[in-house]
C-alpha cells in the first residue's frame, strides 16, 4: 500500500503517546497517518501488560483522547484507580483507536524503517523546506512502502532498545549471543512466564522500578514454587536512594515498592548483590555462568536464569537521513537534555516544555513520548501528553499555544535536591524538591520548574 499524499501529519508508534499526538491532530483538523510496528495499539505497554504502573488513571489519559472518547459512550475509569500496562491498552488505547476518527488513519504491523525529505540526502540543503517526508515501512511481509507527509512526530518509544548487561553500555562479551536464558525487561515471572522461572535460581541486573517490579514477582514465586531463589545485582551499593519515596511518594504506589523491597531485602528473602559489574557471560550446560566483581573481588555465579532491567535507549537508526542534533550524552533533543540530565540533576527538576525544546534543525520533525528522554528514566504519559499538545500546535501553526506550556504531575518523595556527586553519581530515581503544597499543582512556563518523576528502569 504506498500513500499519495503528503497532506497529513505522520505519527510513528501507536502507544499512548502517539495516539494523543493522533487526537490533537485530529482535533485540529488535521489528518494522521500513524504507523505502528505491533498487531495491535499500545504493543510495548503490552509486553509489561501484567505491571500494575504506579500512576493513576487520572494522569494516564490525554485530554484531546479523552474529549473525542467521551463522544463514543466510553466509559472512564476511576481517576484514582490504578491500571495495568494491560488495562490501560483495554481501557483507553484501543477504544481511542476504534475511534472513526482515528481508526481509518492507523496503520498495524507497519515498521518504519527509515524517514528522508522526498529526493533529497541529509546534506543537500536546497529547497529542504518544500520537500515533503517520505517515511518508508515494511509491512512484516518484506514489502517496503512509502508514505509522504507534512510532518512526521516519532513517538516510537524505546522499548524495543534495551540497555544491556556492561556497565560500561555495552554487552558483556558473551552477551551477544542472545541466548533464550537471559531476558530483558520485566518478563511475567508470576503467570505467563512462570514455567520457566518457577523453581530456578534467578540473577536480576538493573536499579530502577523495572527491576524492582521483577525481583518483587520472583519473591511471589519463592513462595509458590519451592527452589526458587533471587540475588538482585545492583552496579552501586546505594540501596537508600533507591528504595527512597516510600510513604512520602504522592504516587504510593510506587513508593510501595521501595518499601517491600527494602523488606525483603531486610529479612532475607532478596539476596543483594553490590556493587556488582558483570564481565562476562557463558551459557554452560543448563546454567548460566556470570564472571563478575562483587564488591571488589572477582566472582563467579551459576545461576539458570538472568533477567536484565538496566533501562532503555532511544533507536535513531531511523533518523539517520534526517537532519536530527541529540545531545550526546542521553540521545534526548539538546534543549531538553540538560533539563532531565540525571548526572546534574538528582531530583529532575525539568519545566514544562514542548515545540520549541523538541524542535530538531530538520523543521518538522519532532521526537515525542518516551524516546524524547532518550536514556533518562524518568519519562512519564503525561509529560508526554503535554508534548504533543504543543509539538502539535505548531505544526498547526498556532505558536501561542505552543509556547504556552502546562503541566501537572505528581511530586514525588523520592527527591533529594542534592546534585550528583563523585560518590553518588547516579540518582536512581527523580524527583523534585519537596512541594510548597502537598497537592499536584499546574506549572507553566513562567512558574516554577516542573518536577519529573520516574519510572523506567535505571542501569
Ligand atoms: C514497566 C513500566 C511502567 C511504567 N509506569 C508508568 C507510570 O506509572 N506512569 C507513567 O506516566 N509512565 C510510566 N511508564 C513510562 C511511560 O509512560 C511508558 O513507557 C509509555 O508507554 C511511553 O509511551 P510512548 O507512547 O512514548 O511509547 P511506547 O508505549 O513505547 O509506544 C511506542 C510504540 O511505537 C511502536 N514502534 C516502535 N518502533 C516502531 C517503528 N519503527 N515503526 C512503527 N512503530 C514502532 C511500538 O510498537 C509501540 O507501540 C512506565 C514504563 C514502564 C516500562
Redesign the pocket.
Known amino acids: 500500500m504506498s500513500a499519495p499524499s503528503a497532506d497529513r501529519v505522520a505519527v510513528?508508534?501507536?502507544?499512548?503517546?502517539?495516539?494523543?499526538a493522533a487526537a490533537h491532530l485530529v482535533e485540529r483538523g488535521i489528518t494522521p497517518l500513524l504507523?505502528?510496528?505491533?498487531a495491535s495499539?499500545?504493543?510495548?505497554?503490552?509486553?509489561?501488560g501484567h505491571?500494575?504502573?504506579?500512576?493513576p488513571w487520572q494522569?494516564?489519559i490525554d485530554r484531546a483522547a479523552r474529549s473525542l472518547l467521551e463522544g463514543t459512550g466510553w466509559s472512564s475509569p476511576d481517576p484514582k484507580g490504578?491500571p495495568t500496562?494491560k488495562d490501560?491498552v483495554r481501557h483507553y488505547l484501543e477504544p481511542l483507536a476504534r475511534h472513526p476518527k482515528i481508526a481509518p488513519h492507523v496503520l498495524f504491523g507497519?515498521?518504519?524503517?527509515d524517514i528522508a525529505r522526498r529526493g533529497l540526502d541529509k546534506v543537500t540543503s536546497t529547497d529542504r523546506h518544500k520537500a515533503p517526508f517520505a517515511v518508508r515501512?515494511h509491512d512484516g511481509s518484506g514489502q517496503e512502502h512509502e508514505a509522504l507527509a507534512s510532518a512526521v512526530i516519532d513517538?516510537?518509544?524505546?522499548?524495543?532498545q534495551p540497555n544491556p548487561m556492561g556497565i560500561d553500555g555495552r554487552p558483556v562479551p558473551g552477551e551477544r549471543t542472545g541466548h533464550a536464558r537471559i531476558a530483558y525487561?520485566?518478563p511475567d515471572v508470576v503467570a505467563a512466564e512462570r514455567s520457566l522461572y518457577a523453581g530456578k535460581h534467578v540473577l536480576v541486573v538493573g536499579a530502577g522500578?523495572?527491576a524492582i517490579?521483577v525481583a518483587l514477582d520472583l519473591l511471589r514465586l519463592v513462595k509458590e514454587a519451592p527452589g526458587t531463589q533471587v540475588m538482585w545485582a545492583l552496579r552501586r551499593n546505594r540501596l537508600e536512594r533507591l528504595l527512597g519515596g516510600g510513604l512520602n511518594d504522592e504516587?504510593p504506589?510506587?513508593g510501595a515498592l521501595g518499601l517491600a523491597a527494602k523488606r525483603a531485602i531486610d529479612d532475607g528473602r532478596l539476596k543483594l548483590l553490590a556493587p556488582f559489574v558483570a564481565e562476562r557471560i557463558e551459557f554452560v550446560p543448563v546454567k548460566v555462568r556470570v564472571h563478575a566483581q562483587l564488591d571488589g573481588h572477582a566472582a563467579t555465579l551459576d545461576v539458570d536464569r538472568v533477567i536484565v532491567a538496566t533501562g532503555?535507549r532511544p533507536?535513531v537508526a531511523?533518523l539517520r537521513e534526517l537532519r536530527v542534533a541529540l545531545d550526546p550524552a542521553l540521545e534526548a533533543p539538546p534543549a531538553l537534555a540538560p533539563l532531565i540530565d540525571p548526572n546534574v540533576h538528582s531530583c529532575g527538576t525539568v519545566p514544562p516544555h514542548g515545540a520549541a525544546e523538541l524542535a530538531h534543525p530538520e523543521p518538522g520533525f519532532y521526537i515525542?513520548?518516551?524516546?524524547?528522554y532518550g536514556r533518562a528514566p524518568t519519562?512519564?504519559?503525561?509529560?508526554?501528553y503535554e508534548q504533543v499538545r504543543s509539538v502539535v500546535a505548531e505544526i498547526a501553526g498556532d505558536h501561542a499555544a505552543a509556547n504556552e506550556v502546562h503541566l501537572v504531575l505528581p511530586h514525588t518523595g523520592v527527591c533529594s535536591a542534592t546534585p550528583a556527586t563523585a560518590d553518588a553519581p547516579e540518582p536512581a530515581c527523580c524527583g523534585t524538591p519537596a512541594p510548597a503544597t502537598a497537592a499536584a499543582e499546574a506549572t507553566s512556563k513562567t512558574k516554577t520548574p516542573e518536577r519529573v518523576?520516574c519510572?523506567?528502569?535505571a542501569a
Open positions: 510513528i508508534g501507536a502507544g499512548p503517546v502517539g495516539l494523543a504507523f505502528e510496528r505491533g495499539v499500545g504493543t510495548a505497554l503490552l509486553s509489561w505491571v500494575r504502573v504506579f500512576s494522569y494516564n490504578l500496562g490501560i507497519a515498521t518504519v524503517i515501512w513517538a516510537s518509544g524505546t522499548w524495543t525487561g520485566i522500578h523495572s517490579n504516587l504506589e510506587r532503555f533507536d531511523m515525542v513520548g518516551s524516546k524524547s519519562f512519564l504519559m503525561a509529560t508526554g518523576a519510572c523506567g528502569a
